[in-house]
């Protein structure tokens, strides 16, 4: 059974410091890995998506990495801006079972 | 434009009751899923509609039916509500299931007394 999880919870940092999330799962087989931004009381915003056979997607500010072998991702926002501050969640689709497994968030405060 | 919708945002509602919630998309996209947003932020699937049919049913409670009249359409609904069925409920949709992007609606706050 599919495990996505992320560490930290919650993380709280200073305006224009550099963020590391980090996302683990225990199934490699895998088909894509994406990262998705909720804010408070709102839906979720798709940042990036990585295919399996991909290493790394950068969008702007961001950048994210797959280690299919190790089961490992982790989103870089660079220069964090207090309109960061959001929950970041990462989910992947697994080649068993057909579906999109979330992990449960890190919760980020970017303090001006 | 709103790619995905869904109506109403909030549903409050006595135990007991049946209940709808309403999902649509404009992206063109073959396949719409449901997920659940329990208290604690965990969201997980619930079902998964590829061109009006059922492709994942996950360990959910019959008295949750979920009916897809046309490609862009997936409604849920709820019989009997019970009070853990309170939660966020998000429609979501990708061009095909499997590596593709999903897009998320905005979700429905269901609160059941």
């Known amino acids: 059974k599919q495990e996505v999880t992320q560490i930290p919870a919650a993380l709280s940092v200073p305006e224009g410091e550099n963020l590391v999330l980090n996302c683990s799962f225990t199934d490699s087989a895998i088909y894509n890995l994406q990262w998705f931004r909720q804010d408070p009381g709102k839906g979720l915003t798709s940042l990036l998506l990585i295919q399996s056979s991909q290493r790394e997607q950068t969008s702007g500010r961001l950048n994210a990495s797959l280690d299919k072998s190790s089961g490992r991702s982790t989103l870089y926002i660079a220069a964090s801006q207090p309109g960061d501050s959001a929950t970041y969640l990462c989910?992947?689709?697994?080649?068993?079972?057909?579906?999109?497994?979330f992990g449960g968030g890190t919760r980020v405060l970017v303090k001006p | 434009d709103t790619a995905v919708s869904q109506t109403p945002k909030y549903l409050v509602t006595q135990m007991g009751n049946d209940k709808s919630i309403k999902c649509e998309q404009n992206?063109?996209?073959?396949?719409m899923y449901w997920y659940k947003q329990d208290s604690k932020k965990f969201l997980k699937i619930m079902f998964s509609y590829n061109n009006k049919e059922l492709i994942i049913n996950e360990t959910v409670p019959n008295r949750f039916s979920p009916k897809s009249p046309d490609k862009a359409h997936l409604n849920l609904h709820i019989n009997s509500l019970e009070l853990g069925d309170s939660a966020v409920y998000f429609c979501?949709?990708?061009?095909?299931?499997?590596?593709?992007?999903?897009?998320f609606g905005p979700g429905t706050r269901l609160t059941v007394l």
């Open positions: 989910a992947v689709w697994q080649a068993a079972g057909n579906k999109l497994t």
């Open positions: 992206l063109g996209h073959d396949t």
């Open positions: 979501a949709s990708s061009q095909q299931p499997g590596d593709n992007e999903q897009f």
